[in-house]
């Protein structure tokens, strides 16, 4: 309770003074606000993806889980609920279909996610970018071939995904990627590994890259990472949308900005 009574006090900061997009002076980030974050169109695979997720709320399915992660909200137990897990642990449909309009927005063609659950942003990944391929690592086998059902209920064929502790595991998905495009780091949600995850991925970054942290004021732990992160020579600019962190790397950025957007 008192996690989540920090967090809400932290958004309600956070709502009262982000700005929009009459605070942003840098045209890519102004464009980026409206033609990303301001769209409202619903194209027909939203509605695809979101009916997966009806099912699995609905479902009475139980797994074993394996967690390797920080602070699971879903109880101590190794017994959970399909259900529960999607109630929980997939990211709010909002953020997958940001997800899939920036996907559409910068066009990447290599793409990798740690942290598949349930395949929800998986799904959004894939259907944006369907000649693209989608890269995602689970810790927890019984969760992956349950997102592994999911992705063939819908025919995505552009997903390659893999299974293990991503300390062990993303050093040899990453000799697989000629190059980072996209990044969305869902997982573990402590500072040390996630910081480790963004340096290992930033060796296969360039200045077109788009990196995605979740859960980047979760705690203050999460949020010394992300101002980390912030600070790295190598980042040009950020956007903190409160659950979630976007990190670029375009040159063209002469001075280090960071931006606090409404989302």
Not at 64 to 72: E, F, H, K, N, R
Not at 193 to 219: G, M, R, V
Request: proline share 5%; with cysteine; charged share 20%.
């Amino acid at each position: 309770m008192g996690l989540q009574w920090e967090l809400a006090k932290k958004y309600l900061r956070y709502y009262f003074t982000a700005g929009n997009r009459h605070d942003v002076h840098s045209p890519f980030v102004y464009d980026l606000v409206e033609k990303v974050l301001r769209d409202k169109s619903q194209p027909a695979a939203f509605r695809e993806i979101e009916q997966v997720r009806k099912t699995l709320l609905r479902s009475s399915e139980t797994l074993q889980v394996t967690d390797l992660g920080a602070g699971s909200l879903m109880g101590a137990g190794h017994e959970r609920k399909v259900s529960d897990i999607t109630r929980h642990a997939a990211k709010p449909p909002k953020y997958g279909q940001l997800f899939y309009r920036l996907i559409q927005y910068f066009q990447p063609a290599y793409l990798l996610e740690l942290g598949t659950s349930m395949g929800m942003s998986t799904s959004y990944m894939a259907k944006a970018a369907p000649q693209a391929t989608v890269h995602t690592i689970e810790g927890c086998p019984n969760i992956a071939a349950r997102a592994g059902r999911n992705f063939e209920a819908q025919q995505l064929s552009n997903i390659r995904q893999h299974v293990g502790n991503f300390d062990t595991v993303l050093g040899e998905v990453l000799k697989e990627i000629p190059q980072l495009d996209y990044v969305y780091i869902d997982g573990n949600h402590r500072s040390a590994p996630t910081l480790a995850y963004f340096k290992q991925c930033l060796e296969k970054a360039h200045s077109n890259s788009l990196f995605i942290f979740d859960d980047i004021h979760w705690t203050p732990d999460m949020e010394a990472a992300w101002h980390t992160i912030q600070e790295h020579p190598r980042v040009t600019f950020t956007i903190d949308l409160f659950f979630i962190g976007l990190v670029f790397f375009r040159p063209e950025m002469k001075i280090k900005q960071h931006f606090i957007l409404k989302y």
